[in-house]
């Protein structure tokens, strides 16, 4: 059992920057940001194995950087020039292993509590 505890968020005006953290009680290989919007299925923001390789979601459009601890089992998410359509409840999620795939776009079995980010126009 991985407990993923999480800290960040807030509101912020449109072009704004935020910083989440996230902090894993044991060792994960894959770590990965979801956000959900309100009425709108969750998304995969983006991803960062053990190796310090990332990936990020379609939707991402290089205004988000992912990055890792290992030493500190964490994991930020560093956004800037945030907009109103990013507002949602962003998760933090781990999984002990990659996906049958290769990659750590896989199913997750431990998330954080989550965090709201607000951005207002």
């Known amino acids: 059992q991985v407990e993923l505890v999480q800290s960040g968020g807030g509101s912020v005006q449109a072009g704004g920057s935020l910083r989440l953290s996230c902090t894993a009680s044991?060792?994960?290989?894959?770590m990965a940001w979801f956000r959900q919007a309100p009425g709108k299925e969750r998304e995969g923001v983006a991803v960062?194995?053990?190796?310090?390789?990332?990936a990020y979601g379609p939707s991402q459009k290089g205004q988000f950087t992912i990055s890792r601890d290992n030493g500190k089992k964490s994991i930020y998410l560093q956004m800037t020039n945030l907009q109103p359509e990013d507002t949602a409840m962003y998760y933090c999620?781990?999984?002990?292993?990659?996906?049958?795939?290769?990659?750590?776009?896989?199913?997750?079995?431990?998330w954080g509590q989550g965090t709201q980010v607000t951005v207002s126009a």
């Open positions: 999620a781990a999984e002990l292993r990659r996906s049958s795939g290769g990659t750590c776009w896989g199913d997750y079995r431990y």
């Open positions: 960062i194995s053990t190796d310090l390789v990332s």
């Open positions: 044991d060792y994960s290989y894959c």
